[in-house]
């Protein structure tokens, strides 16, 4: 069993960020929005905040109170389009349930859209054209496998969750790589059987789910899924401590994908579209 060490790699893809970022004739400005008190959303914004201090992108975070109103919050994102010192805009996710996060997240002009979010990236994507970026998680998930010389081309892939932001850009972006794609989720029947033949499992839902039966021999296992157990101790989808004899490689939590998310933004915030 190999740990895919996330901190570890995540630390030399943001030395890369940092020698881009000083070669750049025009420095990028990075303005991140958070909407209301979201305790793991201030922790998440000022760990942004500090790896764009890192690598030497200038960053802005625009707190805004939570009774912030819809209108409010497009005019601030239509202003941040056009000017042209900005190079990046974020919103915080979760938005307050009264701002509809989809008309949000169209309103950001796609160049300046270092989430990957916008239907333009999304769509350039799953067309398997080259987005203006990659949605931040999954391409730090591909960083941390290709760091470690793991192909994906002929295998089959299991993405156990669909969410817009890890689940689904996951499998097309694995599906782009030439691997067999499976997508599971909480109506997936027979769930165990088809974990069972996964040459690569990625997991994403927020509960425990992955235990040593259900994997195959010498799999590939990357734990996206981070939550408190009921002892307060920060865990994942896997169950690490019995699945890892059985796999070749398998990230841990924390210190797997959290740290490339973080180091996958910044590589996206040093692109400079404007």
Excluded: W
């Excluded at 764009?52 to 239509?78: F, H, M, W, Y």
């Excluded at 295998?155 to 499998?171: E, Q, T």
């Excluded at 939550?227 to 169950?239: A, E, M, P, Y």
């Amino acid at each position: 069993m190999n740990i895919l060490d996330g901190k570890k790699v995540s630390e030399k893809v943001l030395e890369n960020v940092k020698e881009r970022v000083s070669s750049l004739s025009k420095k990028p400005y990075l303005n991140v929005i958070l909407v209301g008190d979201d305790a793991p959303s201030k922790i998440y914004v000022n760990n942004k905040r500090k790896a764009a201090e890192k690598v030497g992108i200038r960053s802005n975070v625009i707190e805004l109170p939570s009774d912030t109103d819809e209108q409010t919050l497009l005019d601030l994102i239509k202003n941040l389009n056009y000017d042209d010192e900005v190079t990046g805009i974020m919103v915080q996710l979760p938005l307050p349930e009264h701002i509809n996060k989809n008309k949000i997240v169209e309103a950001i002009n796609p160049g300046k859209d270092v989430d990957g979010f916008h239907p333009e990236n999304v769509g350039k994507l799953v067309l398997g054209l080259e987005p203006y970026f990659y949605p931040a998680t999954p391409q730090g998930i591909l960083m941390l496998l290709d760091e470690y010389n793991i192909q994906t081309e002929g295998k089959h892939a299991v993405v156990i969750g669909r969410s817009n932001i890890v689940g689904k850009p996951m499998a097309q972006m694995l599906l782009n790589r030439n691997a067999t794609v499976t997508v599971c989720h909480s109506f997936t029947p027979n769930l165990d059987e088809i974990i069972k033949t996964a040459d690569i499992i990625v997991s994403a839902v927020g509960k425990k789910i992955v235990r040593c039966k259900m994997v195959k021999k010498n799999s590939v296992i990357v734990d996206v899924g981070i939550f408190r157990d009921s002892n307060g101790k920060l865990t994942g989808d896997i169950d690490f401590d019995v699945v890892s004899p059985f796999c070749d490689f398998i990230s841990p939590v924390p210190g797997g994908v959290g740290p490339m998310t973080i180091a996958s933004l910044m590589y996206n915030a040093s692109k400079v579209y404007i």
